[in-house]
C-alpha cells in the first residue's frame, strides 16, 4: 500500500496569465490544530497550512488565495502587468515551504492586491498572516510592523465597511481592531472595542467572540489596577 503523503500537488490556472502550474496543499487530514492565539492564529501539531495559503504563478509572479476573485478590472491588469510582471524572473514557489518561502508568497500577495486595489480587509487578513509568521519565526519586531499594517487596514475597513460582502464579518473586524490595538499597547483603543463587541452580544451568534472579548476586557482590566 502506498504511504498517503501529507502535500499533494494542486493544478491551478493562472487568474492573471493563464499559465497552468502546479502547488502544494496540504491534506486535510495532516492539519492538527494545537491551540488558537486571540487574534485567530492557530497554531498546529506539525503540519501547518498556511504555509501553502498563496498560490504564486511561476510565469507572470501574480501571487494570490483561492479566495481571490477571477475578475479584473482592465487598468488593474494592466498595472499588474507593469508593476508584477515586467519585473518578475520566471522561478517556482510550488514545492515544499520553509517558514521564510512562505513570508515571500504573503509579501507578493499583498503587494499584488495593493496594485489590484484590492478591499482593505483582504490586505489585513494578509498582514496578519506574515505577522503570525514572524511570530514563529519569534522575529517580534517584524511580527509588530506587520500588526501595526493590518491594524491599519482593519480601520480603515471598518470606516468605510468594505468588510461588507466578505467572509469577515463585523464583530470579527470590531475584534480584532480590538486585539491588535492591545498588542500594540493601544489599550485606550482596545478597551473601545472590546466594549463594542460586548455590546453586541445579544444580538450576534458568533458567541466566541464575544467570550473572547470579555476575557481580554477583563486582563486588562485586572492589569491595570496593578498599575495603580
Known sequence: MNKI?????????????????????LRSKFVKLKKMDTDFFPVYAEHNPLLYYINVCPACGFSYSDDTSPYFSPDSKMTLIDKVCSHWIPHSFGKERSIEDS???????AYCASVRKQKHITLAGLYLRISWHYRLLNNAEQEMRFIALALSEYEISYSIGDYQGTQ?????TIYLIADLSKRTNNIEQATKYYSKVIEKQNRT??????KLAKESWQEMRESQKTFI
Request: charged share 30%; aromatic share 8%.
Open 5 to 25: 503523503e501529507p502535500l499533494f500537488d494542486k493544478q491551478c490556472t493562472c487568474l492573471l496569465c493563464h499559465t497552468k502550474f502546479t502547488t502544494k496543499k
Open 103 to 109: 513570508i515571500k508568497t504573503y509579501k507578493l500577495a
Open 168 to 172: 469577515v464579518s463585523e464583530l470579527r
Open 205 to 210: 451568534v458568533e458567541t466566541q467572540i464575544v
